[in-house]
């Protein structure tokens, strides 16, 4: 992370005097990171539970993974019309109603190429048109509607199982 | 199978869960569960414009990337765990029947590997005892000489066979049992002679499955990692379930009991005065003269026999009446003017052939020699 | 005759007399014996080789309740007037067990000229064994010494009548000894449930569990009597009784009636004070050694000094008897 930090203000000196397509080809705008988690619950001294996400422990088939992709603006310009875009990893089924987005519409995909609000997302099936199910879903979409100020971050989320 | 399936992959799940919160997953993919070793990858790409102008995608890594197109970026993965599960089951729900002193008696095993990929296992037998006793019997002594065999019979994990023993090799281990199939594992063992081994009696034994490394020929076993995961190795989460007879879960051994049940033959000797010369029938009695029926029924409780012969002896204080000797009914002819089996005689099941009595209780197999004497 | 007696109608033979046991197995199995029988069947079961043995089956021999009374002296010539006249019976337990038996006699039977008339007490058990009626003899008294047999036990009995004075030469008295078992009798087959040896059914056998003989009294008419003389020859030449003059005994027997004297013995016992000649004892003049041998006669000393000669049967075609013998004076 040191190094990271250099190599920011390095950018972010160079870039004052650029375009922002010129810029483009060496460094982007927003460092985008994936991580997976699982939820841990824990239980307070008052007895209370309550759940935060933990590193990953084992996976075996049946586990449900907690995906968080988060995206940061690290220009010294807004960001504007962010939309990040995630396949459902290989091997896991997308949980429904698990995919979140603050500021952001979500929208899925049962190819990866034709996106869709959930109620709107069809598929056909044996010559019928019907409502996807969520476990047919292969990627996911969220579209934010702000703009990303310099240093502002969004993420998105969404659980897996894995088969 | 796809129910006992979807229930073992639950109990994983809630196993798994200890430290997770999450739904249930609302459905279950049919398939083949993710094997271990394989590695799942994510990478997330982002679009977006800066003043008005469309900026080359940028892809997602672990900690972070910023570096535009195809060569930035890095996918966050890691690799599907070991998460063994398996099953030893006996196969038919009965004992196997014996004899004194009969060796290399076959039970029979089936070994279901539910792992989400192929997995070794060591197998071994002994005389450990379940907490309860199993088919009804208690234990009363100790089978010896075991020795356990694969069978090469096909083995199906929705239907319960009980194949025959077809001389497979002996072996302590089942190598690389594939994802959601199953073999028969034959235990065999030697009866101890009589009165160790008597009529009635049982001898439960164990069969003991435990996962073992990839390759390792059974000799190395598996062993649970810790606690964190290790996203570049496959780690090993115990998942078996079946608490019954003394089994824990979740400690990457699964135990299975058979039993061993002693049948032999029984003979049943009873006596009947037939006449006494005074009395009405049915009311004789046993005095000097009188004539006594003898009646000796020989019951098969085990195995089919050969070479079965009855050794009678006439009584003291009687003497045989010539020629009143009948085997299963029919007439026995005296031996050099001898009661036929005096000395030893071949006897048999009713239409069986000689020496040969089967098992069963009914009139078509008890074998049944009568014969008469008077009492001197 | 002062010393001298003779003993009539007397059967004697070697058998011992009281309780005895015969040797042969009239009966077979005894009560109470168990039989048993052991069955045993080899087999194989593969290549082993197994052995079953059955139960063992026991059939308790039970008992037989039969008894045979037989009259050892069937016969017996008697006398008007004879009292303590006994007749001998023999009662066998033919059964095979161990019983007791009740004895009855009875002397008033149809078909006889007279009725002996019961002694009281009738019955004795021949205790001395010595085949006649002696004071050594038990009385019989029911209820109290029942016989108690042994299978194939038997006991000697006598039965003891007078004879009526009035009956005459050849005339018929019957008596009769029954003797039953104290379990039961009845037709062959009745069964008494568990009351033979040892709890055993005790079942009547062919004899019904009781049986009876009769002897007859036969007024035979036979009287013997002896006429006794002596000479004294003394060492003086003289007939004078002095010590060691000899005295010539000589007894002449007669016989009279129709009957029989059945084994007629004479004895006569060395006087007092007198000594035996050896070699003097003759019969009907033919000499007689003194020895207790095939001849009919001998000299014995125990328990006294005494001569007898075995007369044998003896008729009034007989003829006379003379028994001569010398003694010589102390």
């Not at chain 1, 879903?137 to 100020?149: G, L, M, Q, V």
Request: proline share 5%; charged share 15%.
């Amino acid at each position: 992370m040191v190094k990271g930090l250099k190599i920011l203000g390095l950018t972010a000196i160079v870039a004052c005097g650029l375009s922002s397509q010129a810029f483009a080809q060496d460094k982007g705008c927003i460092a985008l990171k994936s991580t997976a988690e699982v939820e841990q619950e824990v239980v307070n001294a008052k007895g209370e539970k309550s759940t935060k996400l933990v590193p990953l422990t084992k996976v075996v088939p049946g586990v449900e993974v907690i995906w968080t992709i988060t995206a940061n603006n690290i220009c010294k310009q807004p960001s504007e019309k962010v939309s990040i875009n995630d396949a459902v990893p290989e091997h896991m089924t997308y949980v429904a109603n698990s995919a979140i987005g603050p500021g952001a519409d979500i929208e899925f995909s049962v190819d990866g190429k034709t996106f869709a609000a959930a109620d709107q997302l069809t598929v056909v099936e044996s010559g019928a048109s019907r409502k996807a199910r969520a476990d047919e879903y292969t990627a996911i979409r969220w579209n934010f509607k702000n703009s990303f100020a310099p240093g502002a971050q969004g993420f998105g989320r969404f659980r897996a199982i894995l088969n | 199978m796809k129910i006992f399936k979807q229930q073992m992959r639950r109990a994983s799940l809630a196993v798994v869960a200890l430290g997770l919160i999450g739904a249930a997953p609302s459905a279950f993919a049919a398939g083949s569960d993710t094997n271990y070793s394989t590695p799942v990858t994510n990478t997330a790409s982002v679009n977006y414009s800066v003043s008005g102008v469309p900026q080359t995608v940028i892809n997602s890594s672990p900690t972070g990337n910023a570096t535009p197109g195809a060569g930035g970026g890095a996918a966050t993965s890691f690799l599907v765990d070991k998460r063994i599960m398996f099953i030893a089951e006996e196969t038919n729900g009965a004992a196997t029947v014996t004899s004194p002193g009969l060796t290399q008696v076959v039970t029979v095993f089936r070994v279901t590997n539910t792992s989400n990929g192929a997995q070794d296992f060591r197998i071994a037998a002994d005389n450990t005892q379940p907490p309860a006793i199993i088919f009804g019997r208690t234990d009363s002594f100790d089978m010896s000489n075991f020795t356990l065999h694969i069978s090469a019979a096909a083995c199906s994990t929705a239907t319960m066979s009980t194949p025959t023993f077809a001389g497979e090799a002996a072996t302590t281990f089942i190598p690389a049992l594939g994802e959601d199939t199953c073999k028969y594992v034959f235990v065999r063992s030697d009866t101890p002679v009589s009165p160790t081994a008597a009529n009635g009696l049982a001898s439960t034994i164990r069969l003991v499955v435990s996962a073992s490394t990839t390759g390792s020929s059974g000799a190395t076993l598996e062993t649970l990692s810790g606690a964190a995961d290790n996203a570049a190795a496959v780690d090993v989460v115990f998942a078996e379930t079946g608490v019954a007879d003394g089994n824990v879960i979740h400690n990457g051994v699964s135990m299975a009991f058979d039993q061993y049940f002693v049948g032999t033959l029984t003979v049943t000797k009873t006596a009947a005065v037939i006449s006494d010369g005074f009395s009405v029938a049915g009311q004789a009695k046993a005095i000097p003269g009188a004539v006594v029926e003898y009646t000796i029924s020989v019951q098969n409780n085990g195995l089919v026999t050969s070479g079965a012969a009855l050794t009678e002896i006439i009584p003291a204080n009687t003497t045989y009446i010539a020629g009143s000797t009948t085997l299963n009914g029919a007439a026995r002819a005296d031996v050099a003017g001898a009661m036929p089996f005096v000395g030893g005689g071949a006897i048999s099941s009713p239409s069986a052939a000689s020496g040969v009595i089967n098992p069963g209780s009914t009139a078509a197999e008890i074998a049944v020699v009568k014969f008469r004497v008077t009492i001197n | 005759m002062q010393s001298s007696r003779i003993f009539g109608a007397v059967a004697v033979t070697a058998l011992a007399f009281g309780l005895g046991t015969n040797n042969a197995n009239a009966v077979g199995a005894p009560a109470g014996t168990p039989i048993n029988n052991t069955a045993q069947v080899d087999y194989t079961i593969g290549t082993v080789n197994t052995t079953a043995s059955s139960n063992t089956v026991t059939v308790t021999v039970a008992e037989i309740l039969d008894v045979v009374v037989t009259a050892q002296t069937p016969t017996v010539a008697v006398n008007a007037g004879d009292t303590q006249q006994e007749v001998r019976y023999r009662v066998t337990n033919t059964g095979n067990g161990s019983e007791t038996f009740r004895l009855v006699m009875t002397s008033t039977i149809a078909g006889d000229q007279f009725d002996p008339i019961p002694a009281t007490p009738s019955i004795y058990f021949d205790t001395d064994a010595s085949g006649d009626l002696s004071p050594g003899d038990t009385p019989y008294v029911v209820g109290s010494n029942d016989p108690v047999l042994s299978a194939d036990g038997f006991v000697t009995v006598l039965v003891v009548n007078s004879i009526p004075n009035w009956v005459v030469d050849t005339n018929i008295g019957f008596t009769r000894l029954t003797a039953d078992s104290r379990t039961g009798t009845g037709v062959p087959g009745t069964t008494f449930v568990g009351q033979g040896v040892g709890g055993v059914d005790a079942v009547v056998g062919t004899t019904g569990a009781d049986s009876e003989a009769d002897s007859s009294y036969v007024v035979s008419g036979v009287s013997l009597t002896a006429a006794k003389s002596q000479t004294v020859v003394d060492q003086f030449g003289g007939a004078r009784p002095v010590p060691g003059a000899r005295i010539n005994y000589s007894i002449v027997v007669n016989v009279t009636g129709s009957g029989s004297a059945i084994n007629a013995v004479f004895s006569d016992n060395i006087p007092a004070n007198t000594t035996y000649v050896p070699g003097t004892l003759r019969l009907n003049a033919a000499v007689l050694s003194d020895g207790a041998d095939a001849d009919a006669g001998d000299y014995s000393t125990t328990p006294a000094a005494r001569v007898r000669v075995t007369l044998g049967n003896l008729t009034t075609a007989s003829g006379p008897q003379t028994v001569t013998f010398a003694v010589v004076i102390n």
